[in-house]
């Protein structure tokens, strides 16, 4: 058989013929950039249904004071610790020591969280000592303000008793107290109240005020204990408990999965302080709290696992829980100790899925919620690989785990993107927090790593520093383009995810975050509006792309997919310039396979800058937005300009072929050339 191999010349010439055939077919310059596009749904490859989600930690006040809608806070006075007498922050008093005398006890109606408040009442009614005409008492300002609508609902719940009969105003007031937005009185008897009673009460607003406060005030002599006071909005989401306009802006995005509830939050600086699941789930009265001192702030866990859980059924997407694995930040229990730690792993998948009648699963019926929660991952621990006891530790969970659920995936914190990992695992994690320029260098990262073994989940992502500011349009540009990078390579990549999601303004403990709030508002930051992009990648197929002349600041994917909304089949293409100077980019589809590009319905979106470190704000929300618009000349080849420093997506609606044939642009008349 004669040899293979041709002369190295004729082979140049080969492929310089060939060239330059595709551009006489194509009307494109030597010089001038092409993007093939090869829309041969046969020849592209199914992205993972789990692709693009959500990450979300405990921190920025993201779920105490942000996405979990309770107002009060500290509402069980444990902030302070479990000694007395005790800090009551942010609680505060209304009068003076001539007139009240506040303090904590542990007379507590609940076992696993003993503090209450007891208030002692000096003046009266009537007398020698007349208390102020708007009372005496305490009044809790939320975090950083309540957010009171007018005409909305609120409910309060709180527990009371005294040594008398109360007559106590429950009301809503502006931050100075003056003004009442809502307002309503427990009258009790002394028989009624000698106990712990449950007192719930609907206030409605009759004004607004984003800065409002909660007040319990009384002018009648005596002593009130008060415990576990609660407000909650009626209008949470479908009445679980979230910040709707919070968790609509989680749910625009579209996650696959969302993975909880950290981070750092999940390991804590010492483990005493960590996440523990036992202690949030139940009746909300009855869970103790803890403080988190990574970021250094006390949560009533009122958003708890079972809530985490719920979440992710709400927006339509896969839990994955980070569970503690035996390793804080600043302790470690040995590897031979760490059973116990095993067997809470194990209790939390039963709690999750557990059938009603077993002991976890029994717990979560009671909660509301008889059907298993459908928990397919955990990852074991977080940024812990190459700590001291972390691969002891996780080979006694793998192996419990697997052996009791073998369905379950497991996630190794250890990184295999450079070489191979030495115990088993289904995921492992990848962080990465860099530089704009090295965040977009970094799209090639998974080109070459092995197409076997445990995928990726790149479970962190964001470009921080100076580049970032507190969510720069740079930031997001270079995100951007590292995402197109993994939606490439997303046969060894199977989740993405950005950190941190939620920042409360008032509470920023890192930067930059993709939505910023406060009581009342809020606002995506470039880097949220980057992730709209890539909402319907999850479960599409990507198609074969092709950049020629590529200076190195472009990168551009392509993807099928049908649109829910109107039951079409659009191809997307996505293309970031990263550099300075327009460019002139020729767009050719290829392999339509019995269907064509319709003018009519398609369309193109534009998110650029002229200011690189630009920003949105609360003044500003949308200074910074991607625009929509049509795509005039749509078809198989188009001739576009990429704006520097730009994303521009291409939505393109396939239709049925007209089988007119344009000379010079159709497959016959290229391949005639």
Not at 568 to 590: A, C, E, Q
Request: glycine content about 8%; proline content about 5%.
């Amino acid at each position: 058989m004669a040899s293979c191999k041709a002369p190295c010349c004729v082979l140049l010439f080969y492929f310089f013929v060939c060239f330059a055939c595709q551009c006489i077919a194509t009307g494109v310059d030597a010089d001038q950039t092409l993007l093939l596009v090869n829309a041969s749904e046969s020849s592209g490859r199914l992205i993972p249904e789990t692709l693009f989600g959500l990450f979300f930690e405990e921190i920025n006040h993201a779920g105490a004071g942000g996405l979990w809608a309770e107002l009060v806070s500290n509402r069980g006075f444990e902030a302070g610790g479990p000694n007395t007498p005790s800090n009551i922050d942010p609680w505060s008093i209304i009068g003076d020591e001539s007139s009240l005398s506040v303090s904590t006890d542990r007379s507590s109606l609940f076992e696993r969280n003993k503090i209450a408040l007891q208030m002692e009442v000096l003046c009266d009614i009537s007398g020698a000592n007349i208390c102020p005409s708007g009372g005496v008492g305490i009044y809790n300002p939320g975090y950083w303000g309540m957010n009171i609508e007018q005409g909305k609902t609120y409910k309060v719940v709180l527990y009371v008793r005294s040594s008398g009969p109360i007559n106590v105003s429950v009301s809503l007031t502006d931050s100075s107290g003056l003004q009442k937005l809502a307002a309503d009185d427990i009258i009790a008897s002394a028989s009624d109240v000698s106990d712990w009673k449950k007192v719930e009460l609907l206030l409605e607003a009759k004004g607004t005020n984003h800065n409002s406060r909660l007040q319990l005030t009384t002018t009648r002599k005596g002593v009130i204990w008060f415990d576990q006071v609660s407000v909650m909005p009626s209008d949470t989401y479908k009445g679980h408990g979230f910040r709707s306009d919070l968790f609509q802006k989680l749910a625009d995005l579209k996650p696959r999965f969302v993975r909880f509830p950290g981070g750092c939050f999940v390991e804590g600086e010492w483990l005493r302080n960590a996440f523990r699941w036992k202690e949030t789930v139940g009746p909300w009265e009855e869970r103790p709290g803890h403080f988190g001192d990574v970021w250094m702030y006390w949560t009533d866990d009122g958003l708890g696992y079972f809530e985490f859980l719920q979440l992710t059924e709400d927006l339509g997407a896969l839990p994955i829980w980070v569970f503690n694995n035996g390793i804080s930040h600043q302790d470690q229990v040995d590897t031979t100790a760490v059973l116990p730690f095993v067997q809470e792993a194990l209790d939390s998948i039963q709690f999750a899925r557990g059938p009603p009648d077993s002991k976890w699963g029994s717990l979560r019926a009671t909660m509301g919620h008889p059907e298993p929660f459908d928990l397919r991952y955990i990852a074991l621990g977080n940024e812990d690989c190459g700590k001291k006891n972390y691969r002891g530790n996780y080979l006694k969970f793998y192996d419990a785990i697997n052996r009791a659920y073998p369905d379950i995936k497991i996630i190794s914190n250890c990184d295999a993107s450079n070489r191979p990992l030495d115990h088993p695992a289904d995921f492992y994690d990848f962080h990465i927090y860099t530089s704009a320029n090295d965040m977009f260098s970094k799209r090639s990262k998974f080109d070459n790593v092995p197409r076997k073994g445990p995928k990726a989940f790149v479970s962190e992502y964001a470009v921080t520093g100076n580049d970032a500011g507190k969510g720069s349009f740079l930031a997001a540009l270079a995100e951007a383009g590292f995402l197109i990078g993994l939606e490439k390579n997303s046969d060894v990549v199977e989740m993405v995810s950005y950190a941190p999601l939620f920042v409360n303004a008032n509470d920023r403990r890192w930067n930059p975050d993709a939505i910023v709030f406060n009581s009342s508002h809020l606002y995506a930051t470039p880097s949220y509006l980057v992730q709209r992009f890539f909402a319907e990648s999850s479960g599409a197929t990507i198609l074969k792309t092709t950049l020629t002349n590529n200076s190195n600041s472009l990168i551009a994917s392509a993807i099928s997919w049908k649109n829910p909304e109107d039951s079409k089949n659009y191809i997307r293409i996505k293309v970031v310039n990263f550099g300075s100077i327009t460019v002139n980019l020729k767009i050719s589809v290829g392999e339509l396979e019995k269907s064509s590009i319709q003018i009519s319905g398609s369309n193109m979106t534009v998110f650029t800058s002229t200011n690189l470190m630009d920003e949105n704000s609360f003044s500003e929300p949308r200074k910074l937005e991607p625009k929509p618009g049509p795509l005039e000349g749509a078809g198989e080849e188009m001739d576009v300009k990429l704006p520097p420093h730009s994303l521009t997506s291409f939505d393109l609606l396939k239709g049925p072929s007209s089988n007119i044939r344009m000379g010079g642009t159709d497959s016959f008349s290229r391949s005639s050339i």
